[in-house]
């Protein structure tokens, strides 16, 4: 069951509320957040498969929530969405285990694909 | 000595003779060399000062372009997402959306276009080149007509604001619709940073007979210190996602500059924020502290 939860986290919230529906239709169940204090504290109380994150976010960045994973919930795949990222940031997100980086804008098709790749790995 | 009186000091008096005479020569050559030599190594050293100045400066230009690309790409690549990901659902859920929800859609796509331009437009404000079309402004007359743009904004917010001008306000040269964006950009920013509401102050004060400061006061949330040294930077801010674009400051530096004055902030976390804006001073103006008009307005 718990290969099916994905979280999103954007601060933009428009992302989380068109790929919610888009990867319910593919029977997964989706978070969404907007700021990252609160979905590390969800992910505190509950594990997901698969987290979708964005990169530079008020508060704790893309990276933090990396490495809170890293340590808290290695089972969790993450997928790194980013508008602009140079090559360290994108080097430091694989070396903290980053599962993909998907560079902005991405087409939603390719991304629940993402998703259930990564799921199936989870 | 004519000669070198007159700054010639390549100019070298006789001193083959063996009298007194030639001993003066010699003495007065040898301090003239001093002389030289020590303007010379003053020369060598502005030029120094002048490359080190140009390495600098051009540093710092890079910095920014590469601030700026970072920034552009950043900035607009989040709204042609939104874009991106808001007309892939239009065109895969098309028949099974109800109207609203296509509604919703639209409109969502409607305001990230907006978003987008409006970035692109305050990059062009900014980098366009060609100098403003300047003539003789009142400055008071100027500031007051920018409080009228914004007394809407001003009642939703629930704020005041009090005008304080002398009797007679001193002329500067500029383009008034430049001027009138830099006025509106703080006053926003004030409003703004007042999410209970609260008054802001707008002062117009003389330091010197060449120069009038328009100050704008607010006792807002102040801005955390570490933050005050970025405000003018392109793309930052300290708004919520979506909220500014962090280009409003920048923009209103570029144009303060262009009209050969400068902008600075003060600001107090918790107790409010003031921005100074100062021009140099055209025209006829007497002591702001002289017969202040204040205005109260709601």
């Known amino acids: ?122 | 000595m004519r000669l070198v009186q007159a700054g010639d000091l390549t100019a070298r008096a006789p001193e083959d003779a063996a009298d007194e005479l030639g001993r003066v020569g010699r003495g007065l050559n040898a301090m003239v060399a001093r002389l030289a030599e020590e303007q010379r190594s003053r020369e060598e050293r502005h030029a120094e000062e002048i490359r080190q100045a140009e390495h600098v400066a051009s540093l710092g230009r890079r910095a920014t372009v590469g601030t700026i690309t970072s920034g552009i790409a950043h900035e607009l690549n989040n709204p042609l997402n939104n874009i991106s990901l808001t007309v892939e659902t239009l065109m895969e859920d098309y028949q099974s959306l109800d109207d609203k929800a296509k509604w919703q859609l639209l409109q969502d796509t409607y305001f990230q276009v907006e978003r987008a331009s409006e970035i692109v437009r305050s990059l062009l404000d900014f980098t366009r080149e060609e100098k403003p079309s300047l003539e003789p402004l009142d400055l008071g007359e100027l500031v007051q007509s920018s409080v009228r743009l914004v007394q809407n904004e001003m009642n939703i917010h629930g704020a005041t604001l009090s005008l304080k001008l002398p009797a007679s306000t001193p002329q500067v040269q500029g383009a008034a619709n430049q001027l009138r964006q830099v006025f509106l950009n703080l006053f926003l920013n004030a409003i703004q940073a007042m999410p209970d509401g609260g008054a802001v102050t707008v002062t117009l004060a003389q330091p010197h007979p060449g120069r009038v400061c328009v100050l704008v006061s607010d006792e807002g949330v102040g801005i955390p210190e570490e933050a005050q040294s970025h405000v003018f930077d392109p793309f930052f801010t300290t708004k919520e996602p979506g909220a500014g674009s962090g280009l409003g400051l920048w923009v209103t530096y570029g144009i303060v500059r262009k009209h050969g004055g400068d902008i600075r902030v003060e600001s107090e976390p918790g107790r409010g924020t003031t921005f100074h804006v100062c021009l140099p001073a055209t025209g006829p103006s007497e002591s702001a502290t002289d017969a202040q008009t204040t205005a109260e307005e709601r």
């Open chain 1, 1 to 122: 069951m718990s290969e099916r939860r994905v979280m999103v986290l954007d601060d933009e919230p428009i992302v989380g509320e068109r790929l919610k529906p888009a990867l319910e239709k593919e029977g997964f169940s989706v978070e969404v957040f907007t700021e990252s204090e609160g979905a590390v504290a969800r992910l505190k109380e509950q594990p997901f498969a698969v987290l979708v994150t964005d990169m530079k976010m008020r508060g704790l960045s893309g990276l933090d929530v990396l490495r809170f994973i890293g340590e808290e919930s290695p089972g969790t795949r993450v997928i790194v969405i980013t508008g602009y990222a140079t090559i360290e940031t994108s080097h430091e997100a694989q070396a903290l285990g980053a599962y993909e980086f998907v560079a902005k804008p991405f087409k939603l098709k390719e991304l629940v694909k993402l998703v259930s790749r990564a799921a199936r790995r989870a």
